[in-house]
T-cell receptor
């Protein structure tokens, strides 16, 4: 069964510092990996996705993520965090073998302090 | 404006009283899905629909029904709500059923079952 793990419930960083939000997935074929962000009292917004090709994916708001097949990871990164990046981040995985099904991680709360 | 809408946004009800949460998208998307979000559990998929009159179960379908009579609408029905269905519900859609497709989320419906 497909699964996603976000090992950190909470990540705290200072504004201007680099940030990393971790995501690993269970291996079963070739995954499609997504990052979504949820701001308070809002729905989820798409940030970026890995489909194929370059392992480094660039997305919205200066975020990027690196797909690492050997480590089955897809960590979200940003070189310089902003206070406005504070939100709940979800990693998700889908597979072609069962395209209708989406599996999300439990979410990681990112707090960026001034 | 391209969007996914949900109604109502907030709902308080009592055990056993049937309710329907509506979801509508104006993007002519084929694929639609329902999720519930609970603290520490992330998003869990309830049901999804690949197109009109085609639906399938997600990870947590018990106690829920759906229908897809029109392409734009995908209502979630709770025939006899119970307190364990108290949750935040999200509807999502994407252009087609394909693992690489990005999902667009509605604003959420917060349900409290007493």
């Amino acid at each position: 069964a497909q699964s996603v793990a976000q090992p950190e419930d909470q990540v705290n960083v200072a504004e201007g510092n680099p940030l990393t939000v971790k995501c690993t997935y269970s291996v079963s074929g070739n995954p499609y990996l997504f990052w979504y962000v949820q701001y308070p009292n809002r729905g989820l917004q798409f940030l970026l996705k890995y489909i194929t090709g370059d392992n480094l994916v660039k997305g919205s708001y200066g975020f990027e993520a690196e797909f690492n097949k050997s480590q089955t990871s897809f960590h979200l990164k940003k070189p310089s965090a902003l206070v406005s990046d504070s939100a709940l981040y979800f990693c998700a995985v889908r597979f072609n073998t069962n395209a209708g099904k989406s599996t999300f991680g439990d979410g990681t709360t990112l707090t960026v302090k001034p | 404006e391209a969007q996914v809408t949900q109604n109502p946004r907030y709902l308080i009800t009592v055990t056993g009283k049937k309710l329907t949460v509506t979801c509508s998208q104006n993007m002519n998307h084929e694929y639609m899905s329902w999720y519930r979000q609970d603290p520490g559990l992330g998003l869990r998929q309830i049901y999804y629909s690949m197109n009109v009159e085609v639906t399938d179960k997600g990870d947590v379908p018990e106690g829920y029904k759906v229908s897809r009579k029109e392409k734009r609408n995908f209502p979630l029905i709770l025939e006899s709500p119970s307190p364990n269905q108290t949750s935040l519900y999200f509807c999502a859609s994407s252009f087609r059923l394909a693992a690489q497709e990005t999902q667009y989320f509605g604003p959420g419906t917060r349900l409290l079952v007493l």
